[in-house]
């Protein structure tokens, strides 16, 4: 029998890869290996969850085994590859060797956590990338057995998120980071102070402007150490202080990688034969972009292209709709920094348009009543990957 196409990661990325090729070849053999639990679940939904009081099992589409039934693969669940050898195309798990005639690298981003966190606080100090995590968290939460006192790390799109979904939960929130005011790589400062304005009117505690030293035991509680010596006191602690793609396996496979990940060209092809990269690992002519309709656009692009059907990807002018309901955000941030944000509005509602010299639209943001002008916007700004 001839080596089938893997596909490492089951992610959106892989899941999704997985799906479009069913959708074109109902015989190919597919395997697809993962390091978690395999089920097929919608990763924005984790930082909507708490609000909605949804135990952990009702954010799984479905499981892993019927992946496996529905979309004929085979698929390998809590099972780490070790590495990639792209010369004999085979991969090795521990002492096993398996053949691949082609492979795609779905592995996704890890979460960075730049601060010491001592082995002790393990079952306290937590990050949510994956359902595995939500799983951990929401034991963690429930554990308390009363409405939790929770910091959260990181004021980007998925400290953002948690720390809204958890005040509408009836957690007791403090949001910390480094910046001045939240999402600073999404929102030019009157934006991001609008978001900070509404998180504190519903309640949520802000601690912006200073990093975090550490993380430690204070007592029953857990401390978060910031730089000017003070400290922050809780039960739990989320840290959402980024994500880096895992490029480990393809960097020691010796394939071209960077901090933006592995390196494709509009094929997801990588730089070794037979090898492609989709999803929030790849950095697609440059792009690295690690969100939802870039890597549905990818999938969609692979899938006919590893059929026969040669197809480069590209990626619209497509906005994050930010999951704040205390105050709604869209943004597409510019590619690079504009010559001016021209910001309009009053109170929440607020739009920032990012120009170029010569006056061109090269990105915008938007929050509160504004985000309705987000098709408008997005008709008239450059495409991400053109
Ligand atoms: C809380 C949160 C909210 C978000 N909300 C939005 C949103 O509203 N809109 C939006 O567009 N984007 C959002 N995003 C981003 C979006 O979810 C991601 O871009 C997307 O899910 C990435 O999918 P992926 O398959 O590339 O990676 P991942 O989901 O990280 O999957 C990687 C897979 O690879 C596996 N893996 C890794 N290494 C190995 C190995 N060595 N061996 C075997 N398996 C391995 C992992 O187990 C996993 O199955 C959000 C992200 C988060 C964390």
Not at 23 to 32: C, H, N, S
Not at 70 to 80: D, I, K, P, S
Not at 256 to 282: E, F, M, N, Q
Request: with cysteine; glycine share 10%.
């Amino acid at each position: 029998m001839s080596a089938p196409l893997t596909i490492i990661g089951s992610g959106m990325a892989g899941i999704g890869l997985l799906r479009a090729l069913r959708a074109l070849d109902a015989e190919r053999p597919v395997t697809l290996i993962t390091a978690d639990s395999g089920d097929d679940y919608s990763k924005p939904l984790l930082s909507t969850g708490f609000a909605k009081r949804l135990p952990p099992e009702r954010l799984a589409a479905r499981s892993a085994l019927r992946v496996a039934e529905e979309l004929g693969a085979v698929v390998r669940t809590h099972t780490r590859v070790d590495a990639v050898d792209t010369a004999s195309r085979t991969l090795a798990i521990g002492e096993e060797t398996l053949p691949w005639s082609e492979l795609v690298l779905a592995t996704g981003a890890a979460p960075v956590t730049p601060f010491p966190v001592p082995e002790t606080l393990a079952g306290r100090v937590f990050t949510i990338n994956d359902l595995d995590d939500y799983r951990a968290f929401h034991a963690a939460l429930a554990s308390l057995g009363r409405p939790g006192r929770i910091a959260i790390v990181g004021a980007g799109l998925v400290g953002c998120e948690f720390a809204n979904d958890l005040l509408a939960g009836g957690h007791e929130v403090s949001l910390v980071a480094p910046e001045a005011a939240p999402l600073p790589r999404l929102l030019p400062p009157p934006l991001g102070r609008a978001l900070g304005g509404a998180f504190e009117a519903a309640g949520m505690a802000l601690a912006l402007g200073g990093g975090v030293r550490a993380i430690e035991t204070a007592g029953a509680d857990v401390a978060v150490a910031l730089d000017d010596d003070s400290h922050l006191e809780a039960d739990l602690v989320l840290v959402a202080t980024g994500l880096r793609p895992r490029t480990a396996l393809a960097q020691a496979a010796g394939l071209s990688v960077s901090a933006a990940g592995i390196h494709t060209d509009r094929l997801l092809a990588t730089s070794a034969p037979g090898v492609h990269a989709l999803g929030d690992v790849a950095c697609v002519d440059g792009v690295s972009a690690m969100y939802v309709q870039p890597l549905q656009a990818g999938a969609k692009a692979l899938a006919r292209t590893l059929t026969g059907t040669p197809t480069p990807v590209g990626y619209g002018p497509w906005p994050v709709v930010v999951k704040t309901p205390l105050l709604p955000v869209v943004a597409l941030p510019p590619t690079h920094p504009p010559a001016r944000w021209r910001v309009e509005g009053e109170s929440g509602d607020l739009t920032a348009l990012a120009e170029s010299e010569d006056g061109r639209l090269i990105g915008f943001a938007l929050t509160g009543a504004c985000v309705r002008r987000k098709v408008e916007l997005a008709r008239a700004a450059p495409p991400l990957l053109g």
